[in-house]
């Protein structure tokens, strides 16, 4: 159920029963407190007459309200709402959390949006309750709890590493919101890290309400569960380095997702192993690089060295919405189970996630080197490229070097890339053109424009539009008729396999066809093909789904270009793939 959609007296009941499910979907404020909780909060449940209900904890503190000491709201999951709606507001909360008012300020971010800044305010008041600025502010006061919690950064490394403007500015917001000072914030560390231990066999509560199978908190450790949400039980002891705890909702198919990272890890850049993903990353202050794991308890865990410590808020919105850690999974799960034909595959991979992308530039140039190709083939283009092309950086160990930029790409990219000409020129043009600002791709763009103008560029077709749209904005409800592993992973759980009747099928799964989409491309049954050739004997080999290509497409949206009489040959060495779209 979305929160947006929910009537006074469903949120009544779901904070009687203290659901942990809408944990960052909404807010109660309650008026005989002058505080607001999550609606989890073990606390007594107010009368009716006493409660607000409010979309966003900025619009909880525009009203007067302070965070509740017990359950601090403001380490609660973020709200899958923001996925689930392509409107202005939920387009602003994505740039809002992934930094551009602290980069560009309120004009920036309306000029993002087309529209004026007055206009902008108004509306994002109307919709969330508060607006832009007030937005961000939460977004700070958020951010300097989690390094409070999580480092022994001085308080005033603290202000201006969350985008305070003074110390003092730092002091009144934390005051304000939290109701105690950053000191005494602090000083809960350790009575949060003593209560979690003592509560260790506490069910639900063991992690903090959000570990891989857990939905709730469990009253027991109230305080913990708040702490362990967005901190970390040391500090960081290398400079610009920092450990933290990913809330979540639960189930999570950790598994998949690092089975999936790893079977596209580029050499240099990213490290997988079965439960741990980590890699560099380019961020606005400087080179950074982060982990994620999963620890004993089931929760999602954030390693990250950091050149400049204003950028976590920036890397947090990122890691998690590359994990697809705000997404509701029992909702999607109870949606997706009513149609027979997924119902199989939702009880086999409860809690599956849809990754998003680290970088939308970086996103684009992979999705369109991996078109024509298979997975390994892609991968191996992706480091050869980043070998090349890619920044050397120091200090993250293995790791040493970024994903190219758009301007090297464009300007050497020829030098590098194989394979058809026609390939190479869109892929290097695409690069110039976000480059030169030209083409636009951002996590906070409208759906339809974003889609209108990749399928603008040349090279870009349906699917690579759609599936980029399904990565950068998270866009749960995305579909690839045209893609050959949905097509084999439908055709396995009986469902029309052909584009036009996979469509009609998949117009029940609204709004939650993307992971529908990733339950399909598990599905994939192995099948055998000869890898070898001796006089008409064969030996047979599985191929799995990645060998042909679920995620990045084999053949692409390049149209089909005359080969040289040698790479013919070749290719008749081993089975073509299958298009995934009409040339």
């Known amino acids: 159920m979305s929160a947006a959609s929910m009537t006074f007296d469903e949120r009544y009941r779901a904070i009687d029963a203290r659901d942990a499910r809408f944990d960052g979907q909404f807010v109660t404020a309650v008026r005989s407190t002058g505080i607001y909780c999550r609606p989890s909060c073990p606390a007594r449940t107010p009368k009716p007459g006493n409660v607000t209900f409010y979309p966003t904890s900025a619009a909880a503190h525009e009203a007067g309200y302070r965070a509740c000491k017990r359950c601090l709201p403001e380490a609660a999951p973020g709200s899958p709402e923001w996925n689930l709606r392509g409107d202005v507001a939920g387009r602003a909360m994505r740039l809002i959390a992934d930094g551009v008012v602290e980069r560009e300020g309120v004009p920036g971010l309306a000029a993002r949006l087309g529209y004026s800044p007055r206009h902008l305010t108004r509306l994002l008041t109307s919709e969330l309750g508060a607006g832009p600025l007030a937005l961000a502010r939460a977004q700070r006061a958020h951010t300097a709890r989690m390094l409070l919690v ?85 500090g960081a002891t290398t400079p610009g380095a920092i450990e933290l705890v990913l809330p979540h909702r639960g189930p999570l198919d950790a598994d998949g997702l690092f089975a999936w ?14 439960h741990s993903f980590a890699r ?35 890397l947090v919105a990122r890691a998690r919405r590359l994990f697809d850690l705000d997404a509701d999974p029992l909702a999607v799960d109870a949606a997706l189970s009513t149609h027979p034909e ?96 030209s083409l636009v791709l951002t996590t906070g763009d409208d759906r339809v424009a974003q889609r209108a103008a990749l399928l603008a560029m040349p090279g870009i077709g349906p699917w690579t539009a759609d599936y980029v749209r399904m990565r ?68 047979a080999a599985p191929v799995t789904p990645d060998d042909i290509s679920p995620i990045d497409p084999t053949v692409g949206d390049a149209r089909p270009t005359r080969q040289p009489p040698h790479a013919a040959r070749t290719a008749r060495r081993a089975p073509r793939p299958t298009p995934q779209e009409t040339p």
Do not use: C, K
């Open 472 to 539: 950068v904005l998270g866009d749960p409800d995305i579909t690839l008729p045209g893609d050959v592993a949905v097509r084999a992973g439908a055709a396995a759980s009986g469902i029309p396999g052909d584009p036009r009747g996979f469509e009609a099928w998949a117009a029940r799964m609204a709004p939650w066809r993307s992971y529908a989409t990733a339950h399909l491309w598990r599905a994939v049954p192995p099948r055998p093909v000869a890898i070898g050739r001796s006089r008409g004997a064969g030996v």
């Open 342 to 437: 997924l119902a199989p595959l939702v009880a086999r991979v409860p809690g599956i996630r849809v990754p998003g992308a680290a970088d939308p530039h970086e996103m684009l140039i992979r999705a369109m080197i991996g078109q024509q190709i298979t997975v390994t083939a892609a991968t191996t283009a992706l480091s050869a490229l980043t070998d090349a092309l890619g920044e050397r950086v120091d200090g993250f160990g293995a790791h040493d070097r970024l994903f190219p930029t758009m301007a090297a790409i464009a300007e050497h990219g020829a030098e590098v890339l194989r394979g058809p000409a026609a390939r190479i020129r869109a892929i290097t043009g695409a690069a110039a053109a976000l480059a030169d600002g």
């Open 261 to 274: 990272m790893a079977a596209r890890a580029v050499t240099g850049v990213e490290s997988v192993t079965a």
């Open 280 to 314: 560099t990353i380019r961020l606005p202050g400087g080179p950074a690089w982060f982990s994620l794991r999963l620890d004993d308890a089931g929760r999602v865990r954030l390693s990250a060295r950091l050149t400049h410590l204003s950028d976590l808020p920036v």
């Open 150 to 234: 999580a480092t022994d950064l001085p308080a005033s490394d603290v202000a201006f590493s969350a985008g305070f403007a003074s110390v003092r500015q730092f002091n009144d917001t934390v005051r304000e919101v939290f109701g105690m000072s950053p000191i005494e914030l602090r000083a809960r560390r350790a009575r949060a890290g003593g209560a979690a231990a003592r509560g260790a066999g506490g069910g639900l509560g063991a992690d903090a309400g959000f570990g891989s199978t857990g939905t709730g908190t469990g009253a027991g450790s109230a305080d913990a569960a708040g702490e362990a949400a967005g901190g970390a039980s040391t």
